[in-house]
């Protein structure tokens, strides 16, 4: 079954189910994956002004912080202190569920245990595409990343864990969810970073542009530094599944180099389901736990390759991905 979704035109717009495609902007979602209409909550999916949302405030509130902290200086602080990996060690299912322990406050769509969206958004994608085991895997770990919000990854604010992600060190776009914030940035007015490059260059790549500190690039941080032979596009999704102002809203482009452009589809297919998984469908865990484990134990079974790796790594999600993908 193919359903045709009209993309929204802004951010929080709702999501039509079309029987025809009624032009270039719509999104054809082939594999029978159906894209609810509403979130957890009965809302349209990504609504930022529902003045009448309890949660609305909150989201608010972590916008305004996010937007005032997340400059040049701050990016490159955190990013030097995380590339040390020398937080914890665990297993790829010991971290989904400490993920569980996380609340992400940024997001107006989910209200349930993480691990459940972790397995959501994987299960739906191993249902369209059950043979492509690496973006199943990227599903998995896309947000494990969030353990930055607990006492053992350093305990960091929300608005430096989740959030949507953006570039710094040059303009920040109108599209960024609740840009007025902004202006309370140190880089807002800084002239060598509000320019439209700032201080990158025409289609330099998006690996040398500085993301806004977060879950997304603390795990791409984590998958380079051990070497991962994941495929580009699955870093790429890692990296950017936050970054709507680029996958939504089609900004940031001109940084973009030719590697990106093709990552960039495969971004678009995982988005849907990392958004649209989202909803009152539950996921039965202890289910779906044996595929998951399978993958993991066929690794974990090798001890000498495991002890050699940790003793020089000491954060070993990424062995597992590197010896799935050698
Ligand atoms: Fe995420
Ligand atoms: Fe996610």
């Given at each position: 079954?193919?359903i045709?979704?009209?993309?929204?035109?802004?951010?929080?717009a709702?999501?039509?189910?079309?029987?025809?495609?009624?032009?270039?902007?719509?999104?054809?979602?082939?594999?029978?994956?159906?894209?609810?209409?509403?979130?957890?909550?009965?809302?349209?999916f990504?609504?930022?002004?529902?003045?009448?949302?309890?949660?609305?405030?909150?989201?608010?509130n972590f916008?305004r912080?996010?937007?005032?902290?997340?400059?040049?200086?701050f990016?490159?602080k955190?990013?030097?202190?995380y590339?040390?990996?020398?937080?914890?060690?665990?297993?790829?299912?010991?971290?989904?569920e400490?993920l569980?322990?996380v609340?992400?406050?940024?997001?107006?769509?989910?209200?349930?245990?993480?691990?459940?969206?972790?397995?959501?958004?994987?299960?739906?994608i191993?249902?369209?595409?059950?043979?492509?085991?690496?973006?199943?895997?990227?599903?998995?770990?896309?947000?494990?990343?969030?353990?930055l919000?607990?006492?053992?990854?350093g305990?960091?604010?929300?608005?430096?864990?989740?959030?949507?992600t953006f570039?710094?060190?040059?303009?920040?776009?109108e599209?960024?969810?609740?840009?007025?914030?902004?202006?309370?940035n140190?880089?807002y007015?800084?002239?060598s970073?509000?320019?439209?490059h700032?201080?990158?260059?025409?289609?330099?790549?998006?690996?040398?542009?500085?993301?806004?500190?977060?879950?997304?690039?603390?795990?791409?941080?984590?998958?380079?530094?051990?070497?991962?032979?994941?495929?580009?596009?699955?870093?790429?999704?890692?990296?950017?599944h936050?970054?709507?102002?680029?996958?939504?809203?089609?900004?940031?482009?001109?940084?973009?180099?030719?590697?990106?452009?093709e990552?960039?589809?495969?971004?678009?297919?995982?988005?849907?389901?990392?958004?649209?998984?989202?909803?009152?469908?539950?996921?039965?865990?202890?289910?779906?736990?044996?595929?998951?484990?399978?993958?993991?134990?066929?690794?974990?079974?090798?001890?000498?390759?495991?002890?050699?790796?940790?003793?020089?790594?000491?954060?070993?999600?990424?062995?597992?991905?590197?010896?799935?993908?050698?």
């Amino acid at each position: 079954m193919t359903i045709l979704i009209q993309q929204p035109d802004h951010l929080g717009a709702e999501v039509d189910a079309k029987t025809e495609p009624l032009n270039e902007r719509e999104l054809v979602l082939d594999g029978g994956f159906l894209i609810p209409q509403t979130n957890s909550f009965g809302q349209i999916f990504r609504t930022y002004n529902d003045a009448e949302s309890a949660r609305h405030e909150g989201v608010e509130n972590f916008y305004r912080k996010n937007h005032t902290y997340q400059s040049l200086d701050f990016v490159k602080k955190m990013r030097q202190e995380y590339a040390k990996l020398n937080k914890v060690e665990m297993s790829i299912w010991e971290c989904c569920e400490l993920l569980n322990e996380v609340v992400d406050e940024s997001d107006p769509d989910l209200d349930e245990p993480q691990i459940e969206h972790l397995l959501q958004t994987a299960e739906a994608i191993r249902k369209d595409y059950p043979d492509e085991d690496w973006l199943h895997l990227t599903g998995l770990i896309h947000d494990l990343g969030k353990v930055l919000n607990l006492p053992t990854f350093g305990g960091l604010p929300q608005w430096a864990v989740v959030g949507d992600t953006f570039p710094v060190g040059c303009r920040f776009d109108e599209s960024i969810v609740h840009h007025k914030y902004f202006k309370e940035n140190p880089d807002y007015n800084n002239s060598s970073y509000n320019t439209k490059h700032g201080i990158y260059s025409e289609k330099c790549g998006l690996d040398n542009v500085m993301m806004s500190w977060g879950h997304d690039d603390y795990m791409y941080l984590v998958a380079k530094e051990n070497n991962t032979t994941l495929p580009s596009a699955a870093l790429f999704i890692i990296r950017y599944h936050s970054f709507y102002a680029l996958h939504r809203e089609g900004a940031y482009k001109h940084l973009m180099n030719d590697e990106d452009v093709e990552n960039l589809k495969w971004l678009h297919i995982f988005n849907k389901y990392d958004l649209y998984s989202k909803s009152k469908t539950r996921i039965d865990v202890e289910k779906v736990k044996p595929y998951y484990l399978s993958l993991i134990e066929k690794v974990t079974t090798l001890e000498t390759f495991v002890s050699s790796f940790v003793a020089v790594e000491k954060f070993f999600i990424l062995f597992i991905l590197r010896k799935i993908f050698f």
